[in-house]
């Protein structure tokens, strides 16, 4: 906003149309669905239902940040959802028969959720293996070590664990302190260090970026790692969320995660996004199926629902490039 | 080369064997067989009744519906793209196709063309957005799988009804002496692909739009046009597989193509077909159909649950990930 009054443009429309292409269309289309949503639906307007849809997707908007991350170096995770799932899975089941470890059994959690983008970051930065092949192998794998060790939810966590998504500091659920943190250290990181820059700079153009001296392949590996982290953490925060273990919990988080990364306008050959836009993508889609829910729309329309406004969101792109 | 190795000592023996070896590269259609008769051989080593012939045709008739999703997934990876919409187009065809029949051979052609048309629509879909709209295939695929899942169940109101018709029901279980009929399909199929993919311009011009789009464009290739007939393709094959499954299961099932979308991709990539396009086969593809199918097989015989089934899944992919590595530095 402060960078179209500088421009100092000659007419007020100028600079009106200046300022709505420097915002990206997620942000209208986000602002568009919450109105829809509050005139169509009077309960929407409610704290109790925002409340509602920030823990609802708070999981997702933890998975997104890494899912990004790996994008913006035109990878991607295709096994964080299973990551997810075996969390939730080793949680709740050893919550269950160890309850006063909880601090022990998160870190326990967190390690799987590093090891794995570790295992994902080397074999793809060191031995060029294609990520989308790689993280299927992985994801697959771990899926079937969940239905190994959990083959129907069970498990329970501690009460005490519940809390992290259903309590609050003061007036403010600690889901909003997770996001507001997460994302404003996350943005910090990847627009303002050395170390954030280098991620855009190897997403632009690995070669160039190597042969200027960046450590390409310790940053993807990085990256990688960074989205492991964040699943593990999805995870726990899922099973804090649904207080027990589920073997397909963390399935449709892969490709949700995708979609709204790709919705906030990251783009897959990488070089491009930020954290915000992948947000407003995950509020879009919880908003969306918060209110299909609200208005009885059948789940199934939703997933109609949900593909044509992935597809669409980037055909709206391409009017947008051609436009210009 | 039994020729060759027997005329050297032991040092050309392996050089022989070095060279063919390295012909055939790693990850190539020639490596998949040779991993098909070694997983034979393993089979026969853990148990006889494995090598019966109604057990193998068994297991053909299992890689079946896979093979020819998997050739159709493989055209569209030889360009550069992916199909991920594959596994829903066997769902819809499959309640559509129950719906429809209802148990009778009656309106069988014109159900079956319908079928087949839904295909060609959804892979037409597909291939137009991708060319025209420029979305990457992955998020296209992806968006369409949603959609045609959605439409599936809204079609069947969640609950899908009917069942297939006696001569859809032969061609899915069926057997012509021992042969299960599918097989024949699928041999169709195969042997249509590797023509298309060896013989004709419009093979080549698959191969060059995966190798390099820019230049093939350059150079004259319609590369939407190619790249619009490879989905549609995918989308026709799939439809193919879902009518085979469904006279397989006999009725409708939403959940039937959840997840055929990877198994398609991940015989086309064990087969020696590359995501980065420009590289694969419909030789291998089927090899890869037949690896997965044996490999399952093999495993659910020896009494190992589904769990460690995937465990396996996701190592094997692993492994041909790397394959696909090595044989490009090579």
Request: hydrophobic residues 50%; charged residues 10%; contains cysteine.
């Amino acid at each position: 906003m402060s960078k179209s009054s500088v421009d100092r443009p000659q007419s007020s429309t100028d600079s009106i149309r200046r300022l709505l292409t420097t915002i990206k269309p997620v942000y209208f289309a986000l602002v568009a669905l919450v109105i829809i949503s509050a005139i169509s639906e009077p309960s929407f307007a409610q704290l109790r239902t925002a409340r509602n849809i920030l823990v609802s997707s708070t999981a997702l908007a933890i998975v997104t940040v890494g899912q990004t991350a790996v994008m913006l170096v035109a990878g991607i995770d295709l096994s964080v959802g299973a990551v997810m799932s075996l969390v939730t899975a080793v949680s709740a089941l050893l919550m269950e028969s160890h309850p006063e470890m909880v601090g022990w059994i998160v870190l326990l959690c967190v390690g799987i959720g590093v090891l794995v983008g570790l295992i994902n970051g080397i074999l793809v930065s060191y031995l060029r293996m294609n990520p989308l092949i790689l993280t299927l192998a992985t994801g697959t794998a771990l899926q079937g070590v969940v239905l190994h060790i959990l083959y129907s939810p069970g498990g329970l966590v501690t009460r005490g664990f519940r809390e992290v998504s259903r309590g609050s500091l003061g007036p403010i659920p600690y889901p909003v302190i997770i996001l507001l943190v997460l994302y404003l250290v996350g943005s910090y990181i990847l627009k303002e260090t050395p170390y954030g820059l280098s991620v855009y700079a190897v997403g632009g153009n690995e070669n160039s970026a190597r042969l200027s001296g960046l450590r390409v392949n310790r940053i993807k590996l990085s990256l990688f790692v960074i989205s492991g982290f964040l699943a593990s953490c999805g995870g726990l925060f899922l099973a804090s969320r649904i207080g027990s273990g589920d073997p397909l919990s963390g399935d449709s988080f892969t490709m949700d995660s995708i979609a709204a990364a790709v919705l906030g306008g990251t783009n897959l050959f990488g070089g491009i996004g930020d954290l915000w836009g992948g947000l407003a993508g995950v509020f879009i889609i919880s908003i969306l199926s918060t209110m299909l829910n609200l208005n009885n729309v059948s789940s199934f329309y939703q997933w109609v629902i949900k593909g044509t406004i992935l597809i669409g969101a980037l055909a709206v792109e391409f009017f947008e490039t051609r436009s210009q | 080369m039994t020729l060759d190795a027997e005329r050297g000592e032991n040092q050309g023996l392996l050089e022989a064997v070095r060279v063919r070896f390295n012909r055939f590269q790693v990850g190539s259609a020639a490596t998949i067989w040779l991993a098909v008769v070694a997983l034979l051989v393993i089979a026969r080593i853990v148990s006889a009744d494995f090598w019966s012939v109604t057990h193998l045709f068994n297991v053909a008739r299992q890689a079946s519906a896979l093979g020819i999703l998997a050739t159709g997934q493989a055209l569209v990876l030889i360009t550069g793209g992916i199909d991920l919409s594959n596994g829903q187009v066997v769902t819809l065809v499959n309640v559509v196709s129950a719906t429809m029949l209802d148990g009778e051979d009656t309106f069988l052609v014109p159900v079956v063309l319908l079928c087949l048309a839904i295909g060609a629509f959804v892979g037409l879909l597909n291939g137009l957005i991708i060319t025209k709209l420029r979305v990457p295939p992955l998020v296209v695929t992806l968006g369409m799988l949603s959609i045609v899942r959605g439409i599936a169940y809204v079609y069947t109101d969640g609950a899908p009804k009917g069942s297939i018709s006696p001569i859809l029901n032969f061609v899915g279980s069926g057997f012509v002496g021992p042969v299960p009929t599918a097989i024949f399909f699928w041999l169709v199929v195969a042997v249509a692909g590797t023509v298309l993919l060896r013989k004709t311009p419009l093979g080549r011009y698959l191969f060059a739009l995966g190798g390099n789009e820019k230049a093939s464009r350059l150079s004259g290739v319609r590369t939407d046009l190619i790249t619009v007939v490879a989905y549609v393709l995918s989308g026709v094959l799939a439809a193919v597989a879902g009518l085979i499954i469904s006279g397989y299961i006999g009725t409708g099932s939403l959940g039937i193509g959840d997840g055929r979308n990877l198994d398609s991709i991940a015989a086309a990539v064990v087969g020696g077909t590359q995501l980065t396009g420009g590289v694969g086969s419909a030789v291998g593809t089927a090899g890869g159909a037949v690896f997965l199918a044996l490999l399952f097989s093999l495993l659910r015989f020896v009494g190992l649950p589904y769990s460690n089934q995937l465990m396996i899944q996701g190592v094997i992919l692993a492994v041909a990930a790397y394959a696909h590595v090595r044989s490009n530095r090579t």
